[in-house]
């Protein structure tokens, strides 16, 4: 399906009176964005919803600016959590949700989100925008359906390399090929898949198949250039490098491969004219702009590396990456001994990201009072916990999801509804987010991405037991609950908080449960509720999920299958 024109203004103009000085910010604000000033425009808003968290007008308007820079993922996840649970969203909420998926192309998500805008407001200001949005996205062709459903399973395999689960990856894109075996970016993206994994063959027989029908194929080039780096091939790189040199592209992910590719290389000079055009195309893409600031910086160039970094900050005055590497680049403009090091994607280098941890690990012994005293500072905690939680390391998000759930306020009620939008976080961390949230008493319904999916999760549906039943057996079905969000349906929920309240029920006493014992019966419900609802499943699989042995499975079921009417 061809990417549709996005109208041009998504949100009411309607200015509600709040905070003065809020109202000062957010007015110079809509004169930016009127003058196309995008970043200068985010800076004012920011400071206005600092101001005045509660004013609505000032969210939307950042959500409408964000989406003017084609972060359509961000912008929907303000619009997902920005807006108090006490109080009903604006129906020009929905109507932006679906231009973000139609950037996105979750066509269906979009087609439900103007829907939805039509239905709280048939009259609303958007809505010919609206019906001309759906009627374009219902005359889709078997094909281009079909085409869009391939786009997606690729998505998938993407983040799952971007996650470093290279065998989760590698299995997702065999499968999509297998189907469709002239895809050359999901073939490319096995190729690089089947390298991370340390596969070099595999990865380039990948590329071989490629430029054997696409001898121009320039992101197989790319790969095969890092491939041949890896070997210690010379005499190849050098050619690779030529070819990408000589290429000629005004396609941007050809251009973003070529530029990162010289990087790689060490061909500084060779890749800064590409990632300037690439830049002028997508001036407000991270990535692109800290690659842009890299290039200057290892050119000489540095006050034009602190013009990116200070774009950035304008973009997120709490971005700490950034900040990081403007006082760099600042100490260099000055005379300091330049720095090597520099990340290409974006992240600190190794040294800081040490220096980072090494921080978190001595703020997490600090007395909870002070700590709690530091997140409603506003400055170096929040910044720390928002860069722990893109680490890829599980057991530094479980303490920063586990820290932030204890301060138990709005704040950090955000920081969660945040973190299970973001589609780059791993699906066991969001359900742990999940329970966090629920744990906050957060008013549900909770939505997340889990597997690429946008999920509706409501935790509510557990029976809550009596005031005489001890804490450790409510915390069963809220660990079920936690662990099946997002990858069971409701009606299996249910039956979950049935069978437990059932059983709970039928005892004539409360024996002491482990934290273990615990695990085994949540997973000995979710077992048994599955299995009842034909769902596929395998004692192994519950083990491992729960982190429970067999023995211990088997003794949980056993007491279950106690229940009236139970049959496996």
């Known amino acids: 399906m061809k990417r549709m024109e996005r109208p041009a203004a998504m949100f009411g103009s309607k200015v509600l009176p709040f905070d003065q000085e809020g109202d000062f910010f957010f007015r110079r604000g809509m004169n930016k964005l009127d003058s196309n000033k995008l970043l200068d425009a985010m800076a004012y808003y920011r400071v206005a919803l600092s101001k005045d968290p509660e004013n609505s007008e000032v969210k939307l308007a950042i959500a409408e600016t964000l989406t003017e820079m084609n972060r359509f993922e961000e912008s929907n996840r303000m619009l997902f959590t920005l807006f108090s649970a006490e109080k009903s969203r604006p129906s020009e909420c929905y109507f932006g949700m679906g231009c973000n998926f139609v950037g996105m192309q979750e066509y269906e998500r979009a087609k439900d989100s103007f829907i939805h805008y039509l239905e709280l407001d048939p009259e609303g200001e958007f809505m010919c925008e609206a019906y001309d949005m759906l009627d374009v996205l219902e005359d889709g062709t078997q094909e281009e359906i079909n085409e869009a459903r391939l786009q997606h ?106 530029s990162i590719t010289l990087m790689e290389l060490g061909r500084f000079r060779e890749a800064y004219p590409l990632i300037k055009r690439l830049f002028m195309q997508m001036p407000y893409d991270t990535g692109i702009t800290h690659r842009l600031a890299v290039c200057a910086y290892e050119n000489g160039d540095y006050y034009k590396a602190m013009d ?171 660990v079920c609950f936690a662990a099946m969000q997002g990858e069971r349906s409701e009606d299996c929920l249910l039956a979950a908080a049935d069978l437990w309240g059932e059983y709970v029920g039928n005892l004539s006493g409360f024996a002491r449960l482990s934290d273990q014992r615990i695990m085994a019966l949540a997973a000995a419900l979710e077992y048994i509720v599955c299995r009842e609802k034909d769902e596929k499943l395998t004692k192994a699989s519950m083990c491992k999920k729960y982190g429970v042995t067999l023995v211990r499975f088997n003794n949980a079921l056993a007491q279950l299958m106690n229940s009236p009417n139970k049959e496996i």
């Open 308 to 478: 990116c970094y200070d774009r950035l900050i304008k973009l997120d005055d709490k971005d700490s990456v950034a900040r990081y590497y403007c006082g760099i680049c600042r100490a260099a403009a000055a005379g300091a001994h330049k720095r090597c090091g520099f990340m290409f994607n974006y992240q600190v280098p190794l040294e800081e990201m040490l220096t980072r941890v090494h921080r978190l690990n001595e703020l997490i012994g600090k007395p909870h009072s002070e700590l709690l005293a530091m997140w409603n500072d506003g400055t170096e905690l929040e910044s720390l916990m928002r860069w722990g939680a893109e680490l890829t390391e599980l057991s530094v998000k479980h303490a920063i999801l586990t820290m932030v759930s204890s301060f138990e306020d709005e704040k950090a009620e955000l920081f969660l509804r945040d973190f299970v939008l973001q589609r780059g976080q791993p699906p066991e961390m969001k359900r742990e987010a999940f329970g966090l949230l629920k744990h906050m008493d957060a008013k549900e319904p909770y939505l997340g991405y889990i597997n690429g999916e946008l999920v509706e999760s409501r935790v509510n549906l557990i029976r809550m037991l009596p005031d005489t039943v001890p804490d450790a057996y409510q915390e069963v079905i809220e």
């Open 153 to 258: 399973t690729a998505r998938e395999g993407k983040e799952l390399l971007e996650r470093d689960d290279y065998v989760g990856a590698i299995k997702v894109f065999n499968a999509l090929l297998k189907e469709a075996p002239d895809l050359s970016y999901a073939r490319n993206n096995l190729a690089l898949a089947y390298f991370c994994n340390r596969d070099f063959k595999s990865a380039t027989e990948q590329v071989q198949l490629i430029l054997a029908d696409e001898q121009d194929n320039i992101q197989a080039h790319c790969n095969l250039a890092i491939f041949l780096r890896a070997v210690k091939d010379k005499e190849g790189v050098e050619r690779e490098t030529e070819f990408l040199c000589r290429a000629k592209t005004d396609d941007t992910d050809d251009l973003n491969r070529m």
